[in-house]
């Protein structure tokens, strides 16, 4: 049994920044491939940055890459994402989600840009005042 926790979501201000944390446990060995998605109300799950912990590939959507980060420097059985510079629109609810990686199966990359993971966290809001 897997599960993911997020936490560090609040309100924050224009400008400001969060982090993000997601901690995972349980039968968690084979989880290489760690992501961030995030939803806003009315509209559908985006995906945001995702890291391949083999190696510490990273990927995130273009025009959220340099003000968020997922830092590789990350605990064991933790991610984390750093949100810098944040706006109005970044307003959502996020979710970590995570799943393997194995030799010629789905790579990280795809499990992200398919938004394809096999566990997922329940989220936490983030909302971003003017």
């Known amino acids: 049994q897997v599960q993911l926790v997020e936490s560090g979501g609040g309100s924050v201000q224009a400008g400001g920044s969060l982090r993000l944390s997601c901690a995972v446990s349980?039968?968690?060995?084979?989880?290489?491939?760690m992501g961030w998605f995030r939803q806003a109300p009315g509209q559908e799950r985006e995906k945001v940055a995702a890291?391949?912990?083999?190696?510490?590939?990273?990927y995130y959507t273009g025009y959220l890459e340099g003000r968020f980060t997922i830092p590789q420097d990350t605990a064991k059985n933790f991610l984390y994402l750093q949100m810098n510079r944040l706006t109005p629109e970044d307003t959502a609810m996020y979710y970590c989600?995570?799943?393997?990686?194995?030799?010629?199966?789905?790579?990280?990359?795809?499990?992200?840009?398919?938004?394809?993971?096999?566990?997922w966290g329940q989220g936490t809001q983030v909302t971003v005042s003017s």
């Open positions: 890291i391949y912990t083999n190696g510490g590939s990273t």
């Open positions: 349980g039968y968690t060995y084979r989880l290489t491939c």
């Open positions: 989600a995570a799943d393997g990686v194995a030799a010629g199966g789905v790579s990280c990359y795809q499990h992200f840009t398919r938004a394809d993971f096999g566990y």
